[in-house]
């Protein structure tokens, strides 16, 4: 089964800094990577994903993320937060396979400071 | 579309009590999950049912039941409530064939005294 280790369970940013939040997955088959939100008290969303292609991949609020296969990472990264990208932030790995299971990194807890 | 609903919202419970949460998705998807998030562990996968008829295990199904009613619904049940299975439970939903996200509902609290 896949590891997903997000070494940074809270981030604290000043508000128009710039953001990273590190992901690292165990396995070197092939994956889909997907970075999730969770605003308080609610749901995940997807962020954004990448699935093949190009590496880079952008979400429509700014956020992007690079699939770099040689380091198993897939780190996420805003040039300029906002006070509304307060949330917990979560990466997850599908190996593709069966029911196309997920797992979960444990979460970062991104604060942006006014 | 309604997306993935899940009901209760919260529930609070006592030891030994029983209870089923419910969850339903109106994508036709074929999969469908429950997870359990907790504080510093992320989502954990208790069951999963990658088609309608069909049930596995997933990483902490120890003291759950799910049952995959039709392709829309797919309950979790607690047969015996402890204060270890208080969390926040997500339902899921994909499309099958590996390169697609996960749809998630709101979530229900289950407190446990």
């Known amino acids: 089964a896949q590891s997903v280790t997000q070494l940074d369970s809270q981030v604290p940013v000043f508000e128009e800094a710039p953001v990273e939040l590190r992901c690292n997955y165990s396995s070197s088959v092939s994956v889909y990577l997907f970075w999730y939100v969770q605003y308080p008290n609610q749901g995940l969303q997807l962020l954004l994903k990448?699935?093949?292609?190009?590496?880079l991949v952008e979400s429509i609020n700014g956020f992007e993320a690079e699939f770099n296969k040689s380091q198993t990472s897939f780190h996420l990264r805003k040039p300029s937060v906002h006070i509304s990208d307060t949330a917990e932030y979560f990466c997850a790995v599908s190996e593709g396979t069966g029911a196309n299971n997920l797992f979960f990194g444990t979460g970062t807890r991104l604060t942006v400071i006014p | 579309n309604a997306g993935v609903t899940q009901t209760p919202k919260f529930q609070v419970l006592k030891t030994g009590q029983s209870m089923t949460l419910q969850c339903a998705q109106d994508m036709n998807h074929n999969s469908m999950y429950w997870y359990r998030q907790d504080p510093g562990m992320g989502l954990r996968l208790i069951y999963y049912s990658a088609s309608e008829g069909t049930t596995d295990k997933g990483e902490v199904p120890n003291g759950y039941n799910v049952s995959r009613l039709n392709k829309r619904e797919f309950s979790l049940r607690l047969e015996s409530a402890a204060p270890s299975q208080t969390s926040v439970y997500f339902c899921?939903?994909?499309?099958?064939?590996?390169?697609?996200?996960?749809?998630f509902g709101p979530g229900t609290r289950l407190t446990v005294t």
């Open positions: 990448y699935l093949s292609g190009s590496t």
């Open positions: 899921a939903s994909t499309r099958t064939g590996g390169n697609y996200e996960q749809y």
